[in-house]
């Protein structure tokens, strides 16, 4: 069973809010890199966030840079994609996996397995 669980899509309105979570069981999220991907319909697979371990410094896809954060939660060992400012463009389905790292432990947007889980849709339309 893949230990990764995302959750907290749904339907929300232009210009609305959502925030997804991505849930690690059986290994400690700490230790790793963690990264958001969405795949939109007829499209292939992006990274657009991620976050690296100690310091817990985040990168952005220029296409979210300033309406979504990226958040880890150590003690309930969850990270979080906070999204504000939704557009249509946003319409995809979510997914959350451990990433690689640059030398110095920055997080690059490049799954370390090419594991996936199910994912959570996100549907922004009014």
């Known amino acids: 069973q893949w230990p990764l669980v995302e959750s907290g899509g749904g339907l929300v309105q232009p210009g609305g809010s959502l925030t997804l979570s991505c849930a690690a069981s059986?290994?400690?999220?700490?230790?790793?890199?963690v990264g958001w991907f969405r795949q939109a319909p007829g499209k292939e697979r992006e990274g657009i966030s991620c976050?690296?371990?100690?310091?817990?410094?985040?990168n952005y896809v220029d296409s979210v840079r300033g309406r979504f954060t990226i958040i880890r939660d150590t003690a309930k060992n969850t990270v979080y994609l906070h999204m504000t400012n939704l557009g249509p463009e946003d319409t995809a389905r979510y997914y959350c996996?451990?990433?690689?790292?640059?030398?110095?432990?920055?997080?690059?947007?490049?799954?370390?397995?090419?594991?996936w889980g199910q994912g959570t849709q996100v549907t922004v339309s009014s």
């Open positions: 996996t451990t990433t690689k790292t640059t030398l110095q432990a920055t997080c690059i947007m490049v799954p370390l397995r090419d594991n």
């Open positions: 059986g290994f400690t999220f700490d230790f790793y890199a």
């Open positions: 976050i690296s371990t100690s310091p817990d410094s985040a």
